[in-house]
């Protein structure tokens, strides 16, 4: 490996583009932005290995204002990056919650990940209290 103004190399490779140049971990606090409501016990950490994000999160909520439509959360640790020229749907995981299982997503240009609450992959359509854990791994912008 070789240490150089564009970061490190590895195997005597050269281009700048294939250099690791950013390494982090932390923390960052899942917090309501749509249809989520009385959020609690907010939980998130994260590892960014170039523009690669893996982020871990839990949260409660007390309820739901619509048991048919999406929810969101924000606060991601970095704005998601727009590589997919197709749509705006850039990283997608299912999580857990109680009984259920729900699609998530990103969406490039922000910060907020989005949980299918209103059609589970399993499970059932509520808008009573809830928890949600999960990961997602995205590329940041």
């Known amino acids: 490996a070789t240490i150089?103004?564009?970061?490190?190399?590895f195997q005597g490779d050269t281009a700048a583009d294939n250099a690791l140049d950013d390494y982090e971990r932390g923390t960052w606090t899942p917090a309501a932005y749509?249809?989520?409501?009385?959020?609690?016990?907010?939980e998130g950490q994260y590892e960014k290995i170039g523009n690669l994000v893996t982020v871990v999160f839990q949260f409660n909520y007390s309820s739901l204002t619509s048991?048919?439509?999406?929810?969101?959360i924000s606060g991601l640790p970095?704005?998601?990056?727009?590589?997919n020229?197709?749509?705006?749907?850039e990283a997608t995981n299912s999580v857990f919650g109680t009984n259920k299982f729900v699609l998530v997503y990103v969406n490039s240009g922000t910060d907020r990940m989005y949980f299918e609450t209103g059609r589970p992959i399993q499970g059932s359509t509520s808008t009573g209290a809830d928890f949600f854990r999960g990961s997602l791994s995205y590329l940041a912008g």
């Open 78 to 83: 970095f704005t998601v990056h727009d590589f």
């Open 85 to 89: 020229s197709l749509t705006g749907i």
């Open 67 to 72: 048991a048919s439509t999406a929810s969101a």
């Open 4 to 9: 150089d103004s564009d970061g490190i190399k």
């Open 34 to 42: 749509d249809n989520f409501n009385g959020i609690t016990s907010p």
